[in-house]
Nanobody, 124 residues
């Protein structure tokens, strides 16, 4: 399973971005999909996850109320909508997939398939 992220960009504080995670060659219908991020000099952290039924699990308290995740199975794409962006949201954002209906925990080892990441920079 190859995952491809896109949508990362430079945005001003308070701005919004929508990241996309697509699997060009396979349906994501049977995968729970999570977003992780890695800030410079820090470990990768889980952000949010969506299960195959659209149920959402938040991993990071810092993004609650600002980030949301959705999926369009017809398009084979999962989205991370980010609003009210802050400088501390800077990092490389990765999508990751678990073959199964439910989201796993926020550990990297719990997701088998990973994308290459997309850079998000928040700066004025």
């Amino acid at each position: 399973l190859q995952l491809v992220e896109s949508g990362g960009d430079l945005v001003q504080p308070g701005g919004s971005l929508r990241l996309s995670c697509a699997a060009p060659a396979i349906s994501l219908d049977y995968f729970a999909i999570a977003w992780f991020r890695q800030a410079p000099g820090k470990e990768r952290e889980g952000v949010i996850c969506i299960d195959t039924s659209g149920g959402i699990t938040n991993f990071a308290d810092s993004v609650k109320g600002r980030f949301t995740i959705s999926r369009d199975n017809a398009k084979g794409t999962v989205y991370l909508q980010m609003t009210s962006l802050r400088p501390e949201d800077i990092g490389v954002y990765y999508c990751a997939a678990h073959l199964g209906t439910r989201c796993q925990g926020d550990g990297e080892y719990e997701y088998t398939y990973w994308g290459q990441g997309t850079q998000v920079t928040v700066s004025s």
